[in-house]
C-alpha cells in the first residue's frame, strides 16, 4: 500500500515537471525588433490556421480564425495599419510611429502542436540626419559637431578608428554638440559620426577653419577688413577732390580770358577825321598826321579800310 502510493507520488511529480517544461519551452524568450518611422514591419512569426496578437496593456488587436480570416481593426489606432496574410501567415504593421513601440504578443494556436507564443520588444526609431561641423574657433581651429537628438542617439567623434569623445542624452528635446580641436596636419583623419540602432551618418572636418564658416572671423581680421574699406573710401574722395580743383581751374581760367574787360585791353582806338576838298582836288578822308602815322604799322589795318571805303563812295557817285 505504501509502496503503490509512493509509486503514484512520483508519477504525479514527472508529470508536473514534463509540464512545467512544455510550457516553458512554448513560451519562448522575448526578442527585439526595430522599426523606423514611416516604413512597416512584419513580426517573424507567423499564424497559419488561428491565432491572435495582444499589444501591451490594450490586449487583443488582432485575430486570425481557422478558416483563413482575420480581424485587424480591433484598435482604433491600428486601423488600416495592422495587416495579416492569409498565405504566408505574418502579421504587418505598416506606416510606424514613435508610440507604436512597445511588447507586443502573438498567439498561435495549432492542433498539432498546441498553443505557441512569442514576445517581441518592439522600438521603433527616426532615421538620423547628417551631423553638421561648424567652426568654433578660427584660431586654434576648433571644431563643433551637432545633431538633432532622439531615442538612444550617440555623437561620437573618431580619429581614424580610434574614439575620441562621445556624448548622448535623455533629453530628446536638446541638439547634442561635441566639441574638437583639431590638427590641420591631421585634418583629414577626423570624422563625426551619428548613430542610433537603425541608422549612422558621418561627417568630415572642413579643409579649413575659415573656409568651413566664412561668416566668423577673428577680431584680426575684422581690423584688417575695417582698415582697407577707410583707406579705399580716402583715395575716392581723395581723388574726387583733386579732379573738382582742376576743373575749378581750369573754367577760371577761360572765364578769365574770355571776359569783357580783357578784350577792351586788347582794342586801340584810333580819332579819324573827313577833310573836305579844295577846288578841283580829289576828295579824300584824312587823319591827322596821316603821313606820320601811316609809318605806325599797328594803324596800316585801319588806314586800308578808309581807302576801300572811299573808292566804293567814289564808285557809287559816278555811276549815278
Known amino acids: 500500500m505504501l509502496f503503490s502510493q509512493r509509486k503514484k507520488l512520483k508519477e504525479t511529480l514527472l508529470y508536473l515537471f514534463v509540464l512545467c517544461s512544455a510550457q516553458h519551452s512554448a513560451h519562448s524568450e522575448t526578442r527585439q525588433v526595430n522599426g523606423i518611422v514611416g516604413t512597416f514591419l512584419s513580426f517573424p512569426e507567423r499564424v497559419l490556421k488561428s491565432g491572435n496578437l495582444l499589444y501591451g496593456d490594450l490586449g487583443n488587436i488582432a485575430q486570425v480564425y481557422p478558416v483563413k480570416q482575420s480581424n485587424t481593426n480591433l484598435v482604433k489606432r491600428f486601423k488600416d495599419r495592422l495587416h495579416w496574410n492569409n498565405v504566408t501567415g505574418f502579421f504587418t504593421l505598416s ?51 551637432s545633431v538633432e537628438n532622439g531615442r538612444e542617439v550617440t555623437l561620437s567623434w573618431y580619429k581614424g578608428g580610434e574614439i575620441l569623445n562621445q556624448t548622448s542624452s535623455p533629453d530628446l528635446n536638446i541638439t547634442l554638440s561635441l566639441p574638437l580641436k ?39 581680421d575684422e581690423r584688417t577688413r575695417g582698415s582697407l574699406i577707410i583707406a579705399v573710401i580716402c583715395v575716392l574722395v581723395a581723388s574726387g577732390l583733386v579732379g573738382l580743383a582742376i576743373y575749378l581751374k581750369k573754367r577760371n581760367r577761360h572765364s578769365h580770358a574770355d571776359s569783357p574787360e580783357r578784350k577792351q585791353d586788347d582794342i586801340q582806338y584810333a580819332e579819324i577825321t573827313h577833310i573836305k576838298p579844295a577846288g578841283n582836288q580829289e576828295e579824300r578822308t584824312g587823319i591827322q598826321g596821316l603821313e606820320s602815322l601811316t609809318d605806325n604799322p599797328n594803324l596800316t589795318l585801319v588806314y586800308d579800310t578808309l581807302q576801300l571805303h572811299r573808292m566804293a563812295a567814289s564808285e557809287d557817285v559816278n555811276t549815278s
Do not use: M, W
Not at 498561435?108 to 567652426?135: C, I, R
Not at 548613430?195 to 579643409?207: G, L, M, Q, W
Open 182 to 220: 583639431v590638427d590641420e596636419q591631421n585634418r583629414d583623419s577626423y570624422r563625426c559620426e551619428a548613430a542610433n540602432p537603425v541608422s549612422k551618418e558621418s561627417a568630415d572636418v572642413p579643409n579649413s577653419c575659415i573656409e568651413s564658416d566664412p561668416s566668423k572671423v577673428t577680431d584680426g
Open 95 to 145: 506606416d510606424l510611429q514613435i508610440d507604436d513601440s512597445g511588447v507586443y504578443t502573438l498567439e498561435n494556436a495549432d492542433e498539432d502542436e498546441g498553443k505557441t507564443t512569442h514576445t517581441f520588444q518592439l522600438t521603433v526609431y527616426y532615421v538620423l540626419s547628417k551631423p553638421q561641423v561648424t567652426v568654433h574657433d578660427n584660431i586654434s581651429c576648433t571644431v563643433v559637431c
